[in-house]
């Protein structure tokens, strides 16, 4: 297995069994030219996406530069084979190169797979928290739903 930077939406795209749902050309586009974004893919020998793990280079005032690890799959044929650690590992090693000081990941509580994982490339776990969201809509209708123009 090799890790490598995906750099092209055609790189994106090929990854995108891997994804909660289908891929969009603009988007992955939006993806590789926005400024911190980053995403790392796990090949096999055979050149399949494996895997992928994305990050997000996050600044604030107080805190300076730290990497969101956003998102990690890897392919069910492929897991229980050390993927999602090496992902995760490299994810951490382009962090530090970007002088990150620091990494983290919002994961459920009862998401086992993924707790051992992390927990394996030497997360420490920082508390219980709250996750809300917003739900603004469907981008690609252009409107919230129950709202109209």
Do not use: Q
């Given at each position: 297995?090799?890790?490598?930077?995906?750099?092209?939406?055609?790189?994106?795209?090929?990854?995108?069994?891997?994804?909660?749902?289908?891929?969009?050309?603009?988007?992955?586009?939006r993806?590789?030219?926005?400024?911190?974004?980053?995403?790392?893919?796990?090949?096999?020998?055979d050149?399949?996406?494996?895997?992928?793990v994305?990050?997000?280079?996050?600044?604030?005032?107080?805190?300076?530069?730290?990497?969101?690890?956003?998102?990690?799959?890897?392919?069910e044929?492929?897991?229980?084979?050390?993927?999602?650690?090496?992902?995760?590992?490299?994810?951490?090693?382009?962090?530090?190169e970007r002088?990150?000081?620091?990494a983290?990941?919002?994961?459920?509580?009862?998401?086992?797979?993924?707790l051992?994982?992390?927990?394996?490339?030497g997360?420490?776990?920082?508390?219980?928290?709250?996750?809300?969201?917003?739900?603004?809509?469907?981008?690609?209708?252009?409107?919230?739903?129950?709202?109209?123009?």
């Amino acid at each position: 297995m090799r890790i490598r930077r995906a750099t092209t939406v055609a790189e994106l795209l090929a990854a995108e069994h891997l994804y909660d749902g289908p891929a969009r050309d603009d988007w992955a586009a939006r993806f590789l030219a926005a400024p911190g974004h980053l995403m790392l893919i796990a090949y096999a020998e055979d050149g399949f996406p494996a895997g992928f793990v994305s990050g997000i280079e996050m600044l604030h005032p107080d805190k300076g530069a730290e990497m969101c690890l956003y998102e990690l799959s890897v392919d069910e044929g492929h897991r229980r084979r050390g993927t999602g650690r090496a992902l995760t590992e490299a994810l951490l090693a382009a962090a530090r190169e970007r002088g990150c000081r620091g990494a983290w990941v919002g994961v459920d509580t009862d998401n086992d797979a993924a707790l051992a994982t992390y927990r394996a490339a030497g997360s420490v776990d920082e508390g219980v928290f709250a996750m809300l969201g917003w739900p603004l809509g469907d981008t690609e209708a252009g409107a919230p739903d129950g709202v109209s123009g």
